[in-house]
């Protein structure tokens, strides 16, 4: 088992390269070849990313033994600070593309 502040760092990396990660492949779901538009191919990724580490989070969540209900204000913020947390790749990838 995981402490709690370990488990909570875990999640943050988790999150920082989920979010960024979709930006710097072209692979649709990381594994197929797709003729789909860039941004279709970065907008699915991503959001199965976040609903990837969703599912991490909730089993952390379990092993501690604390499952709490959320309201969707919670999943509304989840979802924004995923965005934030994919600016690094966005910037990278396609505000400096040359």
């Known amino acids: ?5 370990g488990a909570f760092w875990i999640v943050i990396a988790l999150g920082l390269l989920s979010a ?12 197929f070849k797709s003729k789909a538009s860039y941004s279709l ?3 699915v990724n991503l959001i199965l990313s976040f609903l990837l580490l ?16 959320q309201q969707w204000e ?5 979802v924004c600070l995923f965005l934030i947390f994919a600016i690094p790749g966005f910037v990278a990838k ?3 593309k040359k």
Do not use: W
């Not at 960024?20 to 594994?31: D, E, Q």
């Not at 969703?54 to 709490?68: T, Y």
């Not at 919670?74 to 989840?78: L, V």
């Open 54 to 69: 969703a599912v991490i989070v909730r089993v952390f969540e379990q092993s501690s033994g604390a499952l709490h209900d």
């Open 74 to 78: 919670f999943y509304a913020t989840a």
């Open 41 to 43: 191919v970065v907008l």
């Open 1 to 5: 088992m995981l402490e709690k502040e």
């Open 94 to 96: 396609v505000l400096y």
């Open 20 to 31: 960024n990660a979709p930006f710097f492949t072209s692979k649709l779901l990381y594994i």
